[in-house]
């Protein structure tokens, strides 16, 4: 879940970063601003996007691991010696 927030949040800040420059430019450039509002909505969507595959390929990586079984070394090594 906070693997989402974090990709969720990146997002919004891409298109805060992309909206702030669409305030400051000059309302007689149309092009301009409607080139930075695409940019904004676009590349918030792709960064929500790769980042969510990126987190299922990285999820899938981690369950394939499998955990090594580790036993003691008291319970593997005896030792066996001549009584006096």
């Given at each position: 879940m906070r693997d989402q927030i974090i990709i969720f949040g990146a997002?919004?800040?891409?298109?805060?970063?992309?909206?702030?420059?669409?305030?400051?430019?000059?309302?007689?450039?149309?092009?301009?601003?409607?080139?930075?509002?695409?940019?904004?909505?676009?590349g918030g969507g792709l960064i929500y996007m790769f980042g969510s595959m990126a987190m299922q390929v990285l999820h899938a990586a981690q369950a394939q691991q499998v955990p090594v079984d580790y036993e003691s070394p008291s319970a593997t090594i005896r030792v066996q010696g001549k009584e006096p």
């Open positions: 997002s919004l800040i891409w298109i805060a970063f992309c909206m702030r420059f669409w305030w400051v430019i000059n309302r007689e450039n149309v092009w301009q601003r409607r080139l930075i509002a695409i940019a904004a909505g676009l």
